[in-house]
């Protein structure tokens, strides 16, 4: 289960340095710090509690991290170099925010994956709005006149259902149906990286 964790756990690092890109090793490690020490601990819809960590340059032994209007604010706002903290988003915001990724990650969902070789066009339609589909594209040739793919899609829903597919693959076309299966959302990520 360890090591499940820690897959997880890349993720959610993944999407942090994804959203700051600017973001120094230092930061990340910093705020992986005050999320592996279980530090955050949610109050309410849009409110965290980050313990402080005097190691890190806490003087306060906890911080409340709101979002509100889709910005984060922290109390360390408040503090001596609160300025700074805000113009640069603290280490804490970092943790609420690595925190939030790793739940969305365990969350259940229902999926399927549909894979297929083919010889030239591809293509696949799902006959229901609600679901999410997510296409991933690998050249097996580099034939200009008969190229070869393999394409994966991923289907996935909030609720367990089954769906219609509609599908091109090279000359051949069909339809098939697909009933959705309950697995974890990082489960996704990983088949989709």
């Known amino acids: 289960m360890v090591r ?18 600017g973001k120094g090793n230092s930061w990340i490690k910093r705020a ?5 020490g279980g530090s955050v601990r949610q109050l309410g819809e849009d409110a965290w509690v980050v ?29 001596s170099w609160g300025l ?6 603290c280490t804490h915001i970092a943790a609420v925010i690595l925190h ?7 969350q259940p969902v229902y999926a399927a994956v549909m894979t297929m070789e083919c010889d030239g066009d591809h293509h696949v339609e ?8 997510i296409r991933q594209v690998r050249v097996l040739n580099n034939d200009l006149l008969k190229p070869r793919y393999r394409v994966t899609y991923v289907i996935t829903s ?12 090279g000359d051949e076309i069909g339809e098939q149906e697909i009933t959705l299966g309950k697995t974890m959302r990082y489960i996704i990520e990983l088949i989709m990286r």
């Open 32 to 36: 992986l710090r005050r999320f592996e």
């Open 84 to 89: 700074r903290r805000s113009a640069e988003v």
């Open 158 to 169: 909030e609720k367990p259902k089954t769906v219609m597919v509609r599908y091109a693959c």
């Open 100 to 106: 939030r990724e790793y739940s969305k990650l365990m």
């Open 126 to 133: 799902v006959l229901d709005r609600e679901v999410r589909v």
């Open 4 to 21: 499940v964790e820690r897959d997880i756990e890349g993720l959610a690092v993944e999407r942090l340095r994804a959203r700051f890109p």
């Open 51 to 79: 313990s402080g960590d005097p190691r890190l340059g806490d003087r306060y032994p906890s911080y409340v991290v709101r979002l509100r209007d889709g910005r984060y604010h922290c109390t360390c706002f408040e503090t």
